[in-house]
C-alpha cells in the first residue's frame, strides 16, 4: 500500500511540474516603411535632398547654387555659415534669404530701377546690395 500511495504521489509531482505546452503562435511583424532614396519631393515635385527648391518667378524646381545669384550678410563683425540667393525672371527677383521659410518676390518697374516690396529694396550697385529700410542687410555679386 505505501509502495502504491508512493507511485501515486510520483506520477501527480512529475505532472505537476512538467512544463505546459501552450498552442503555437506567431510573432506579430511589425510593418516597416522603407524610405525611398529621392522619395522627398514637395508639393512640386522638387527633390530636396538632390538640392531642389520651387521657384515661383521661374515656375520650375531651381538649384539655387547652380541658377541664383549669391547674396552674403552685410559686414557687421559677425561670421555666418549661411547663405542666401536671388533669382530674376523678368521685372521680378525672387529672395531666398536664410532667415525666412518662404521667397520674397520684389518687383521693379523699369530695366536699371531697384527692385522693391514693402520695405526691401534690391539695388543693382557694383553687384547688389539687399536694404531693409536705410539699412544694408546683404550684399552680393
Not at 91 to 111: C, G
Not at 126 to 136: A, C, D, H, S
Amino acid at each position: 500500500m505505501k509502495k502504491l500511495i508512493l507511485c501515486s504521489m510520483l506520477i501527480v509531482l512529475s505532472f505537476s511540474c512538467a512544463k505546459k505546452v501552450s498552442p503555437e503562435t506567431k510573432p506579430v511583424k511589425e510593418e516597416v516603411k522603407s524610405k525611398i532614396v529621392g522619395g522627398d519631393s514637395d508639393a512640386h515635385g522638387c527633390k530636396g535632398s538632390a538640392g531642389y527648391t520651387w521657384s515661383i518667378v521661374k515656375n520650375e524646381c531651381v538649384r539655387l547654387f547652380e541658377a541664383g545669384t549669391k547674396l552674403s550678410h552685410a559686414e557687421d563683425g559677425k561670421t555666418y555659415t549661411t547663405v542666401s540667393y536671388v533669382i530674376f525672371e523678368g521685372n521680378k527677383a525672387e529672395l531666398f534669404l536664410d532667415t525666412q521659410k518662404q521667397s520674397i518676390i520684389l518687383e521693379r518697374k523699369a530695366e536699371g530701377d531697384s527692385w522693391i516690396k514693402d520695405d526691401l529694396q534690391l539695388i543693382p550697385r557694383k553687384g547688389y546690395v539687399l536694404k531693409k529700410g536705410e539699412k544694408i542687410i546683404y550684399t552680393g555679386e
